[in-house]
């Protein structure tokens, strides 16, 4: 049955998505990978397949497809039945089920009175969207009375997009049981080549998120869970399966991530039998989702990324989308502003004479944001009490937050404020109140002093007061206030959601994205960075209502070189906060040049997280002249096309940014210890037009950047007013030498076409 049936074609921007649409059964995923069928067909692409097309003519780029041709596919890659197998295809379908003899981890797991749900569908249904580029697939399960509604979407730059919505069906009858569907997990998996040996994932730590971890695919159908109420400093983040190691230039590789600010599994199917599935889906708790009859339960987006460019084609492909979405700040048309946060300037030491002259300093070195952080509010003196309490303390501010709102705005800059909605302190008003709109279950309130998390508590957004309360409170401040920017923090993991005495998470996610869309609704033009510990709450869920993330509470510019780089795997540089700080640092103790703090911060949106009033008179001069360089550069910086150099010196960062038209590029060159050797690397400029010529500066604005021994003569050019011209084919084939830069140095260099 499984070699039976119609195909169906999706393509875009350089990607192929095959599905086999056999009448009555769930579809199959032949193919995903690079699009041969543009002509592009590659040494390992067997046949030339150029002339390959769906009968229905969806392939997105209107050309005449053979169905004939698409059986041969079929005949190329469907296998036979391995002895002591059922008899069943070796290609799982779309959402592999028992029933197809597959042996893995079921994409759906549910269950009805207590008894399994073994779905297998019938009378399934697929049609393609106007543009080619989506499919919604239908199938029913009338024995078991459900059915299963799916979306694959190829998104700009070629991200494939998959969500399924599984719904109830049953009449009620005691022939359906008169249960609920109870469902355990939903996934969505896509397959990959046999030739796939390693899967890199993440983890980290507080202040240390997004670090990488490589190792041998493993065998078996492996899960990884995170149940930290959030994204997670220690999340899996994405799955990227590679043939050996990944590469940021090159390689193939096939990658997938969860768009979901919630608990998560990520997984992988290696099984003798198959090609390996990777996917993803929302790790749901026990009893969350019980389905009533007519109700259903839709999954969050599931992104899919391939590249035959490395892990830089793998960002380019989640750029492309996201920038692609409605309702994002659009950096052409509003500048990203550089930014002033105030809390490891005056932590809770809040003075309203103090701030004003720290903001006073902000305006005179170029800052155009000036956001006041933790402690403006009822008691809030520390991180024990106060949080739910979202009206200006009068002990300390007594004539309210007005006059520092109103100064800022006449200094040109906008103003910022900080909120934690999602939190509560059990030493606030509101939850003397109003103990009952606290998530958790009620035995964990109070926690045992020496279990308590920071003294915090997680507030019931989906109780309808308490979303009232919540959103009450801040609508009252940013429209008294004209706050433009909001800085939502999220500190406590939330381990024991309870919501009426079931499992709340899903209800909870879906409340918190709730508000952040109600008050960009009432108070157009606000925005919001997501804030979570630092980077706890980065995924491409809370991209689609923030309009910017904290990458990491570490400005330490040594740790925060790899954040970023990994960090932007998925999110774009615009809307990644990437602060320059004091020295030394105040989460490493680390003490670094402000040549240093400076470049690794124009690979974000950058700003200072500093008391810049004690700056000397020599550090606020090149402040003044960073801040003008990153005023002058943002336009491409936030923009462009990011990538990052491969180096065999494990000491060397390189990563640059070119314009769609490949006049313009600037490249950030780090070191994080010392150069391994006494000759350094060369950096290849890729990205650039070779038919072109280019002047290459440095750019000194950020201070002085120091090298030992010899100075190439092309960066001695480079330091001066006319540069160092050089064609494009050299800087790419040959690639400029590198200084021996020391430990913790970086360089800036910008690269336009003559």
Partial sequence: ???????????????CLILKAPDGDMPQVEYWGRDFLAGAVGATHAADLADLAHVDGVNGAGAALDESALAALDAMTLKDTPPNKPDAAWRPSLLPQGAEGWAGRAGLECARGGRPVYARWTGTSVSAAADGHALSITAEDAVNAIRLESTIALQPGGLVVIRHTVTDTADGSTANGGEPLSVSWLDATLPCPKRVDTLTQFTGRWPLEKQPATGPLPVGSVTRDCRRGKTGHESPWMFIASIGEPRFGSGDIWSCHLAWSGNQTYRSDNLPAHEPLIGAGELLGPGEIRLAAGESYATPEICFAYSDRGLDGIAARFHDWLRSLPGRVDPAAKPRPFTLNTWEAVYFDHDEATLKRLADRAASVGVERFVLDDGWFHERRDDTKGLGDWWVDPEVWPNGLDGLASHVHSLGMEFGLWFEPEMVNL???????????ILAAPEAVPYREDLSYRAQYVLDLVNPDAYRHVYGQMAELVGRLGV?????DHNREVTEPMHDGRFGLHEQTEACYRLFDDLKAQFPGLEIESCSSGGARTDAGILQHADRIWASDSNDPRDRVDIQRWTELIVP?????????????????????????AAI?????????????ECTDEELAVLKSFVALYKELRGLLHTGRVMHADFKDPSLRARGVVNAERTHAVWVVATVDNIRDWLAERLPVTGLDSDRTYRVRMRGEIGESHWG???PQWLTAAQSDGGFVVPGRLLAS???????????QAIVLEFEAL
Wanted: charged residues 20%.
């Fill in 484 to 488: 433009d920017y909001i800085k939502w």
């Fill in 734 to 744: 040959i690639g400029l030498q590198l200084p021996n830069l020391w430990p913790m």
């Fill in 573 to 597: 540089p615009e809307m990644i906060g990437a602060h320059v700080g004091p020295s030394p640092a105040h989460s490493t103790a680390r003490a670094t040049d402000l040549s240093y703090r």
């Fill in 1 to 15: 049955m499984f070699d039976q049936g119609p195909h169906v074609v999706l393509r875009r921007d350089g990607v």
């Fill in 601 to 613: 911060s124009l690979e974000g949106c950058s700003g200072f997280e500093w008391n810049i009033l």
């Fill in 427 to 437: 030493d606030s008003d509101l939850a003397r109140e109003h103990p009952e709109w």
């Fill in 709 to 711: 021994w010899v100075t």
